[in-house]
């Protein structure tokens, strides 16, 4: 089969975000299997209260805050491959910056869109299991920390954060699909973002290397002039 210089030159500039992109987003899956799969490799009989308190209530956040980062650093470290002369090295920035976050969050809602169907079906039974195993120490643990407070809150039953930790139905995976376009769709602005920072700072960095060149030719051209 034969491919035609353009079709090599164009797998030449996406092959930069690709790249890229990829790495980054194969962190983000590493990370996001890590959190969602936890209760595959918690042993809550010899994990204290407190961590399986601060893992159910955080590592979510966590997760989504680790898939952001990712997406911007994939776009912070990004290089274009090949410049093209008659387009703007600002939009090449900006069309990478984008293309690499983006194709961090579309790995991203892949894994979570399969780890969701996971959880629905072959893996429910061992997360009900976790959930029936680590709300009684987590609730222990929040109301004992609760009466320390001044205005203590009202107290919170193991059956209700059993409830809040069951695995999801299948239905589910309808706004998981949603979530995934979404994700795609924020991550792939920050990325944008971070482009026309990148962008705006090449701009000024080369303005100020280009005025002592600038002056200086000026006063060549002024030298050669008086000598004439």
Same mark, same amino acid.
């Given at each position: 089969?034969?491919?035609?210089?353009?079709?090599?030159?164009?797998?030449?500039?996406?092959? %930069?975000?690709?790249?890229?992109?990829?790495?980054?987003?194969?962190?983000?899956?590493?990370?996001?299997?890590a959190i969602d799969l936890r209760f595959l490799y918690v042993?809550?009989?010899?994990?204290?209260?407190? *961590?399986?308190? #601060?893992c159910e209530t955080f590592l979510p956040l966590l997760g989504?805050?680790?898939?952001?980062?990712?997406?911007? =650093?994939?776009?912070?470290?990004?290089?274009?491959?090949?410049?093209?002369?008659?387009?703007?090295?600002?939009? *090449?920035? =900006?069309?990478?910056?984008?293309?690499?976050?983006?194709?961090?969050?579309?790995? #991203? &809602?892949? !894994?979570?869109?399969? !780890?969701?169907?996971?959880?629905?079906? #072959? =893996?429910?039974?061992?997360?009900?299991?976790?959930?029936?195993?680590?709300?009684?120490?987590? @609730?222990?643990?929040?109301?004992?920390?609760?009466?320390?407070?001044?205005?203590?809150?009202?107290?919170? /039953?193991?059956?209700? *954060?059993?409830?809040?930790?069951?695995?999801?139905?299948?239905?589910?995976? &309808?706004?998981? *699909?949603?979530?995934?376009?979404?994700? @795609?769709?924020?991550?792939?602005?920050? %990325?944008?973002?971070v482009g026309l920072i990148r962008g705006w700072s090449w701009?000024?960095?080369?303005? #100020?290397?280009?005025?002592?060149? @600038?002056?200086? /030719?000026?006063?060549?051209?002024? &030298?050669?002039?008086?000598?004439?």
């Amino acid at each position: 089969m034969l491919h035609s210089a353009g079709d090599f030159s164009l797998l030449e500039r996406l092959l %930069g975000p690709l790249r890229t992109g990829f790495f980054y987003g194969i962190l983000a899956v590493l990370a996001t299997v890590a959190i969602d799969l936890r209760f595959l490799y918690v042993d809550p009989a010899a994990t204290p209260a407190w *961590i399986l308190s #601060v893992c159910e209530t955080f590592l979510p956040l966590l997760g989504a805050a680790v898939q952001i980062f990712l997406g911007i =650093l994939a776009a912070i470290r990004v290089r274009p491959n090949r410049l093209d002369p008659d387009v703007p090295y600002r939009s *090449i920035l =900006l069309r990478d910056c984008a293309m690499a976050a983006t194709i961090v969050a579309v790995m #991203v &809602g892949i !894994t979570l869109f399969l !780890t969701t169907a996971l959880q629905a079906t #072959v =893996l429910a039974d061992s997360m009900r299991g976790y959930a029936s195993e680590v709300s009684p120490k987590i @609730a222990t643990y929040v109301n004992d920390y609760g009466k320390e407070l001044r205005n203590p809150p009202p107290e919170t /039953s193991a059956s209700e *954060i059993e409830k809040n930790l069951q695995p999801p139905t299948l239905q589910y995976l &309808g706004r998981s *699909i949603s979530n995934f376009v979404l994700r @795609a769709l924020f991550i792939g602005v920050l %990325g944008a973002v971070v482009g026309l920072i990148r962008g705006w700072s090449w701009q000024r960095r080369e303005g #100020v290397h280009a005025e002592p060149s @600038a002056a200086s /030719s000026d006063v060549s051209r002024a &030298g050669g002039t008086r000598d004439s």
